[in-house]
């Protein structure tokens, strides 16, 4: 069987360009940048704004915490035309909190950049009235930076039109790809962004590729350039099938540690509760200031924050 890693542009952690303006980018996003302290690009940044910035479209995998949201922006911010007021950019991402993330960052660099008119931002998740992004997007925006569900509502009640959007970005593409609901609604998106008279660009940004999303993402876009950047040079040759979300995928300051829980037959508490106990038993035994605990299902987070109270 095809390895996908083997379809990866391996980018080495060494840049040989030492800035943005380098890069292709404006003047105006360069000074922006220098005044938010980017000055140096990531090696993340280094492999992809160049070719994003050309118009080919993007297949790219970075570890977390390398800098893959000023990527995406940079080459974003790029192709907007404030003149336009039409949506010409959306951005699509699993979660909320992500959302937030990705529309505080460019929010920072929008204001800084002094043109008039000034790019309108339009954040669109759920949680907030929806009745807000129907009167966000009468009074038009140019980039939209949403949850899955949101825009697909958004689209499907027909208060949201797609039709002039010439870039399109995936953030955390492989949980995009590889969730049922998500995967659904964007289908559901991409088939009306699909019919533009313009082709649409296409970024996909994520720190890892199953087998699976990376077949999907290869059928959203065309003729991609695909990019994985790494940390040492051994990983070059890949490993076995799967093994690219195996190699240096962690921030290098961090140390990471898992205990797999085995239910016993006789066991008479599920293993959401085998977890929640040994949660709670690491808690009391490691010494900490301040710890935060990721979970990937409201239900169980809150079963979680019932425990530990």
């Known amino acids: 069987m095809e390895q996908h890693q083997s379809n990866f542009e391996i980018i080495d952690?060494?840049?040989?360009?030492?800035?943005?303006?380098?890069?292709?980018?404006?003047?105006?996003?360069?000074?922006?940048?220098?005044?938010?302290?980017?000055?140096?690009?990531?090696p993340i940044q280094h492999a992809t704004i160049s070719h994003g910035i050309s118009g080919k479209d993007l297949i790219a995998q970075s570890k977390a915490g390398t800098g893959k949201t000023l990527a995406f922006l940079s080459v974003v911010l790029t192709k907007l035309n404030p003149q336009?007021?039409?949506?010409?950019?959306?951005?699509?991402?699993?979660?909320?909190?992500?959302?937030?993330?990705?529309?505080?960052?460019?929010?920072?660099?929008?204001?800084?950049?002094k043109e008039k008119p000034q790019i309108k931002l339009g954040l669109m998740i759920g949680g907030i009235p929806i009745e807000d992004d129907r009167n966000l997007l009468r009074q038009k925006v140019h980039l939209v930076i949403g949850t899955l569900g949101r825009v697909h509502g958004l689209i499907k009640e027909k208060s949201m039109t797609v039709k002039?959007?010439?870039i399109l970005v995936l953030d955390e593409a492989d949980k995009i790809l590889t969730t049922h609901g998500m995967k659904d609604q964007l289908n559901f998106i991409y088939t009306r962004i699909?019919?533009?008279?313009?082709?649409?660009?296409?970024?996909?940004?994520?720190?890892?590729?199953?087998?699976?999303?990376?077949?999907?993402?290869?059928?959203?876009?065309?003729?991609?350039?695909?990019?994985?950047?790494?940390?040492?040079?051994?990983?070059?040759?890949?490993?076995?099938?799967?093994?690219?979300?195996?190699?240096?995928?962690?921030?290098?300051?961090?140390?990471?540690?898992?205990?797999?829980?085995?239910?016993?037959?006789?066991?008479?508490v599920g293993v959401n509760t085998l977890k929640n106990r040994i949660v709670i038993d690491i808690l009391k035994n490691v010494n900490y200031d301040q710890c935060i605990i990721f979970y990937n299902d409201k239900g169980l987070g809150e079963e979680l924050e019932g425990d530990l109270r």
């Open 13 to 42: 952690s060494n840049p040989s360009q030492k800035s943005f303006s380098e890069l292709g980018l404006s003047e105006k996003l360069t000074t922006a940048y220098q005044q938010l302290n980017f000055i140096t690009p990531t």
């Open 84 to 113: 336009d007021d039409t949506l010409q950019g959306l951005i699509l991402v699993p979660t909320r909190e992500l959302a937030l993330q990705v529309h505080e960052v460019a929010s920072k660099i929008a204001k800084k950049i």
């Open 164 to 166: 002039d959007v010439k």
């Open 194 to 268: 699909e019919n533009n008279v313009h082709q649409t660009q296409v970024l996909n940004f994520s720190a890892t590729y199953s087998e699976e999303s990376f077949k999907q993402v290869k059928g959203i876009g065309h003729n991609h350039k695909i990019i994985k950047v790494i940390g040492d040079v051994e990983d070059k040759e890949g490993g076995e099938e799967g093994e690219v979300n195996k190699i240096d995928l962690n921030v290098s300051t961090l140390k990471q540690y898992y205990k797999k829980i085995v239910r016993k037959e006789d066991d008479k």
